[in-house]
């Protein structure tokens, strides 16, 4: 069975960067879309990312794009968020989830989660 485990989180000032990363095992990362999502208190999970196995084409939120980046390491089974130009808004639980769909951002469609990162960013 696949395991997806996140690391990176932590406090940031606004304006600062974090890297999220996300380690695979129990399942073929290569042939495998992940994506990141976060969830904020009180607040429905949302995508921040994906990054498609077929060809490696990143999707980005409108909220995050220009300032995150979502990358991948097959050789390593390991798929980054690198995070720049933090805001408070940003603060969340960061999810990373893997799913054999070529692209897609719905949550439902991801079979495999990680137990998530707390990203804190302090204004």
């Known amino acids: 069975q696949g395991q997806l485990v996140e690391s990176g989180g932590g406090l940031v000032q606004s304006g600062g960067s974090l890297r999220l990363s996300c380690v695979a095992s129990?399942?073929?990362?290569?042939?495998?879309?992940m994506g990141w999502f976060r969830q904020a208190p009180g607040k429905e999970r949302e995508v921040v990312g994906t990054i498609s196995w077929v060809d490696g084409t990143p999707y980005y939120a409108d909220s995050v794009r220009g300032r995150f980046t979502i990358s991948r390491n097959n050789s390593k089974n390991t798929v980054y968020l690198q995070m720049n130009s933090l805001k408070p808004e940003d603060t969340a639980v960061y999810y990373c989830?893997?799913?054999?769909?070529?692209?897609?951002?719905?949550?439902?469609?991801?079979?495999?989660w990680g137990q998530g990162t707390q990203v804190t960013v302090s204004s």
């Open positions: 989830a893997g799913t054999r769909f070529s692209a897609t951002t719905l949550s439902a469609n991801y079979p495999f």
């Open positions: 129990g399942l073929t990362f290569s042939s495998y879309t």
